[in-house]
Nanobody
Framework: KVQLVESGGGSVQPGGSLKLSCAIS????????MAWFRQPPGAVREGIVS???????YYRDPMKGRFAVSKDNDKNSLYLEINNLKSEDTATYYC?????????????????????????WGQGTQVTVSS
């Protein structure tokens, strides 16, 4: 059974930084298409960045610059670093996973930022930005 567990959230002041982690069990990271999403209070879930199993990335335009995704295959973990935090970054942050496709010996990820296209989700980690 694939499970995702996020950690690293907390309360920070504007301008601060956080590094969120997503630990994966029940599968190996390099067989999944991964993504980070967030859901602000009272708002819909929105995509931040997708990460292909080959390491390629796709950021939603407003997220470029302050958000950085990375992964460690040895630790089976995905990370999201957020810099220069702003009050509008207050949200629950989720990681999501979808098994990649293998077509003709090549792994394929849709690089989607649509929540419905991901099967596995963590429970979320809360980030609160406030002075």
């Amino acid at each position: 059974k694939v499970q995702l567990v996020e950690s690293g959230g907390g309360s920070v002041q504007p301008g601060g930084s956080l590094k969120l982690s997503c630990a994966i069990s029940g599968g190996t990271l390099d067989t999944f298409c991964m993504a980070w999403f967030r859901q602000p209070p009272g708002a819909v879930r929105e995509g931040i960045v997708s990460l292909g199993s080959d390491g390629s990335t796709y950021y939603r335009d407003p997220m470029k610059g302050r958000f950085a995704v990375s992964k460690d295959n040895d630790k089976n973990s995905l990370y999201l670093e957020i810099n220069n935090l702003k009050s509008e970054d207050t949200a629950t942050y989720y990681c999501a996973a979808e098994p990649h496709l293998v077509l003709g010996g090549t792994t394929v990820c849709a690089m989607s930022l649509v929540a419905l296209q991901y099967t596995y989700w963590g429970q979320g980690t809360q980030v609160t930005v406030s002075s």
